[in-house]
């Protein structure tokens, strides 16, 4: 009589696949991603420190200020359909080099004199729209105070800036 | 010869990683080549502690980048590169829909702030979250019957 067979066959051994465990994968995942953003972050020209205080970015300060912020997408659907003033905080070269489509001039260095200027287009309900170069610049934020203190009332502040508009391919006159 | 049924989930699982595989792509190169901007858009989920934004601003696409390299270039470990993937993505919806709770609709970063974020509105990066989950799990789903019908 025959012994029974517990072994598995041949063929079905060859035909399984050596698979690595999801496990394994997921450390070997993770210790690449660790040794390249590691690497990345020591050969970088300029490299973002390792541990930062954002709490002073024009983010924060509008969000404790209590300014509404909008992102690049809402920004882009006011400006498009229109409704709101645009206003560039920006000095007046920075403007002329380009700017939001309809944006109007009204640096924040001189918003004392451009406030005198454009008062018959700042109404209390009229909606406006802020911004300066990126979203590191502070002239919009100051410049969103300013007019929340003359009297505004539908203040949008696009923190990101003119950098990210550019950068996302959209529409600059 | 390979059966029929077999070759069918071989690419299902093919097409479906390499999908995966190049939205994370898309995702991570502009967040790899600009951590400033994607340490700023972290912050502004205001999810994490302080010291926390910047190294996942530094790491977290380099998970992204060698998770979906893994995809196509290493098979093998194709099932951990989907189910981290997967984790992450469930991880940025979760933060997406805190942050449209509190209304601070900010853009998502997802893509580093590249033109992709503009193309759709910020509302249906959730359900473009989802969809893509939905796609990670045809994938797995596809090794899986590719496997038992290897055996």
């Given at each position: 009589m025959m012994p029974p067979q517990f072994s598995i066959p041949l063929s079905r051994l060859e035909s399984t696949p050596r698979y690595w465990s999801a496990a394994a994968s997921l450390a070997g995942i993770l210790l690449l991603a660790l040794f390249f953003g590691t690497l990345a972050q020591l050969v970088r020209p300029v490299a973002i420190p390792w541990i930062e205080d954002h709490s002073q970015s024009p983010f924060a300060k509008a969000r404790v200020a209590g300014v509404e912020l909008v992102s690049l997408e809402q920004a882009k659907d006011m400006v498009l359909a229109g409704g709101v003033l645009v206003l560039d905080a920006r000095s007046l070269a920075d403007f002329d080099a380009g700017h939001l489509p309809g944006a109007v001039s009204f640096p924040?260095?001189?918003?004392?004199?451009?406030?005198?200027?454009?008062?018959?287009?700042?109404?209390p309900e009229q909606a406006l729209l802020v911004y300066c170069s990126s979203k590191t610049c502070d002239d919009a934020l100051q410049l969103a105070l300013f007019l929340r203190e003359q009297g505004s009332q539908k203040i949008h502040?696009?923190?990101?800036?003119?950098?990210a508009w550019r950068e996302a391919g959209l529409p600059t006159e | 010869m390979r059966p029929r049924s077999s070759t069918i989930w071989l690419v299902l699982e093919w097409s479906a990683s390499l999908l995966v595989a190049a939205v994370f792509l898309l995702a991570s190169v502009p967040k790899i080549l600009n951590p400033a901007a994607f340490a700023s858009a972290v912050y502004q989920m205001n999810l994490l502690p302080g010291v926390l934004v910047n190294p996942v601003a530094i790491y977290l696409p380099w998970i992204e980048f060698v998770a979906a390299c893994a995809l196509v270039i290493v098979p093998p470990t194709r099932r951990g590169a989907l189910a981290l993937l997967g984790f992450l993505l469930a991880a940025f919806t979760l933060a997406l829909m805190v942050n449209f709770l509190r209304g601070t609709a900010m853009s998502c970063g997802c893509f580093g702030g590249t033109f992709l974020e503009t193309i759709f509105p910020p509302w249906t990066a959730p359900l473009r979250n989802v969809v893509l989950l939905g796609v990670i799990c045809i994938a797995l789903e596809a090794g899986r019957q590719r496997q038992c019908l290897r055996l």
């Amino acid at each position: 009589m025959m012994p029974p067979q517990f072994s598995i066959p041949l063929s079905r051994l060859e035909s399984t696949p050596r698979y690595w465990s999801a496990a394994a994968s997921l450390a070997g995942i993770l210790l690449l991603a660790l040794f390249f953003g590691t690497l990345a972050q020591l050969v970088r020209p300029v490299a973002i420190p390792w541990i930062e205080d954002h709490s002073q970015s024009p983010f924060a300060k509008a969000r404790v200020a209590g300014v509404e912020l909008v992102s690049l997408e809402q920004a882009k659907d006011m400006v498009l359909a229109g409704g709101v003033l645009v206003l560039d905080a920006r000095s007046l070269a920075d403007f002329d080099a380009g700017h939001l489509p309809g944006a109007v001039s009204f640096p924040n260095a001189t918003r004392g004199e451009s406030y005198y200027e454009l008062a018959a287009l700042l109404q209390p309900e009229q909606a406006l729209l802020v911004y300066c170069s990126s979203k590191t610049c502070d002239d919009a934020l100051q410049l969103a105070l300013f007019l929340r203190e003359q009297g505004s009332q539908k203040i949008h502040l696009f923190a990101e800036g003119f950098q990210a508009w550019r950068e996302a391919g959209l529409p600059t006159e | 010869m390979r059966p029929r049924s077999s070759t069918i989930w071989l690419v299902l699982e093919w097409s479906a990683s390499l999908l995966v595989a190049a939205v994370f792509l898309l995702a991570s190169v502009p967040k790899i080549l600009n951590p400033a901007a994607f340490a700023s858009a972290v912050y502004q989920m205001n999810l994490l502690p302080g010291v926390l934004v910047n190294p996942v601003a530094i790491y977290l696409p380099w998970i992204e980048f060698v998770a979906a390299c893994a995809l196509v270039i290493v098979p093998p470990t194709r099932r951990g590169a989907l189910a981290l993937l997967g984790f992450l993505l469930a991880a940025f919806t979760l933060a997406l829909m805190v942050n449209f709770l509190r209304g601070t609709a900010m853009s998502c970063g997802c893509f580093g702030g590249t033109f992709l974020e503009t193309i759709f509105p910020p509302w249906t990066a959730p359900l473009r979250n989802v969809v893509l989950l939905g796609v990670i799990c045809i994938a797995l789903e596809a090794g899986r019957q590719r496997q038992c019908l290897r055996l």
